[in-house]
């Protein structure tokens, strides 16, 4: 079973941040926080991943609690070509690396 | 580095019939994954290689399924006596073998059985 809980979907703005919850109550001391998304028609591409410190990239901001059981992906500045499938997912770093997805978020993008 | 390359895209074939489709990795990852996704649903593990080695398989990898990775670099999942249900979205992923950093997906084959 997936170890993170998303809600289904979230709307945003175009131009406007975009905060994406994952509660991941579970976690051990080994997992990192992944997060990929998907886009209509293909493989999910990764975004960002973090083990305890708030990481940033081109893409994207990782918050994470300082409890680590929950984390927020940030989209700084949400465009129509975010419109897409977030996965949060942890990744055992101790075993086969191997992602257990959930559902994950159904991001819409309104202009 | 031209990324991981599945092919073909799709594929549509009767109920009964054998398939195989073929995931071409990132050269120098040693890791390889093959992934199930349905409509409306996140991916579900099948299949772990790290280099020639099949390391995990999943319980959903009935005996029908197949898949190979001859010396660490492309790899093969068959299908036998496809049927209704399988028909599905396979993906393929690698990554390399160490450090805590993600995948990379291929576009995946979509199948349908008929």
Not at chain 1, 21 to 27: E, F, L, M, R, V
Not at chain 1, 48 to 63: C, D, F
Not at chain 2, 42 to 49: A, D, I, V, W
């Amino acid at each position: 079973d997936a170890k993170t809980t998303q809600p289904n979907s979230m709307e945003s703005n175009e131009e406007e941040p975009v905060h994406l919850p994952c509660n991941h109550s579970t976690i051990s001391g080994t997992d990192y926080i992944h997060w990929y998304r998907q886009l209509p028609s293909q493989g999910p591409e990764y975004v960002i991943h973090g083990l305890t410190s708030n990481v940033n990239n081109r893409m994207a901001s990782l918050a994470i609690a300082e409890d680590r059981k929950s984390s927020t992906l940030i989209l700084h500045r949400a465009t129509l070509r975010d419109a897409a499938v977030y996965y949060c997912i942890l990744r055992d770093t101790s075993g086969t690396y191997k992602y257990i997805f959930g559902t994950g978020t159904r991001l819409k993008v309104l202009a | 580095d031209t990324g991981v390359s599945q092919d073909p895209r799709h594929k549509i074939t009767k109920r009964g019939q054998n398939v195989t489709f073929r995931c071409d990795p990132i050269s120098e990852h040693n890791r390889l994954y093959w992934y199930r996704q349905t409509l409306g649903q996140g991916p579900e593990f099948l299949t772990y290689f790290q280099n020639e080695a099949q390391l995990e398989k999943s319980r959903l990898l009935s005996d029908r399924f197949s898949a190979e990775r001859p010396k660490g670099s492309f790899s093969t999942l068959e299908i036998q006596r496809t049927e209704q249900g399988d028909s599905a979205m396979y993906l393929c992923a690698s990554s390399r073998l160490t450090g805590g950093g993600g995948y990379t997906f291929g576009s995946g084959t979509r199948l349908t059985v008929v």
